[in-house]
């Protein structure tokens, strides 16, 4: 079980240590039409061409695509990224890695809530869907995570904004998670 919650833990921390990165001097709107692919041997995402891809990531995320800055005094660049584990061994298939989370964001997270929590079936992969708010630090954020377990790996991909900033690019946001696919590798 400690290994559980271990996993738990790294999944939560680096969703929060990713997020809270300096700005660089940009203040184009995070809203953009032109689009580019991240295509890996299991994964594939699309962002706009105005958000900035740092791969590898931070703290051992996959990927980290951080929005432009919206004002000089923007302090947080709104960002998506992604945490691949291995729980191979663990016996963790998606239901039980969504509990460890749920548990691990109500006790781990400052003041962490959970907004929602659905399973999604869209006739892909099916994955979990949880959105919630916590602090860190000085910023009041709002996180919105999706989680597949599939062949003993979870994937984690996680939207994390300032709960002021949400509304703004959950659109775009959204449409960057949406985006994630799994590539079959048994082809």
């Given at each position: ?165 949400f509304a703004l690019f959950q659109d775009v946001g959204n449409r960057i998670l949406a985006s994630f696919r799994l590539i079959d590798q048994k082809k």
């Amino acid at each position: 079980m400690k290994s559980i919650n271990l996993i738990a833990l790294i999944v939560l921390v680096l969703s929060l240590t990713a997020s809270a990165q300096n700005p660089t001097d940009s203040t184009e709107n995070p809203v953009q039409n032109t689009w580019r692919s991240l295509i890996e041997s299991d994964y594939s995402i699309e962002y706009p061409q105005t958000w900035e891809l740092q791969m590898p990531g931070l703290m051992g995320t996959s990927f980290i695509l951080f929005s432009p800055v919206v004002s000089e005094d923007d302090q947080f660049r709104e960002n998506v990224n992604m945490m691949v584990q291995d729980v191979s061994g663990l016996d963790i298939d998606l239901d039980a890695y969504v509990d460890i989370s749920v548990e691990q964001i109500k006790t781990l997270i400052t003041e962490g809530t959970i907004v929602e929590n659905e399973r999604i079936s869209n006739g892909k992969t099916p994955f979990h869907k949880i959105v919630f708010t916590g602090k860190q630090g000085l910023y009041d954020l709002k996180f919105e995570q999706h989680y597949w377990v599939v062949d003993n790996k979870a994937y984690v991909v996680t939207l994390t904004c300032e709960e002021s900033q949400f509304a703004l690019f959950q659109d775009v946001g959204n449409r960057i998670l949406a985006s994630f696919r799994l590539i079959d590798q048994k082809k």
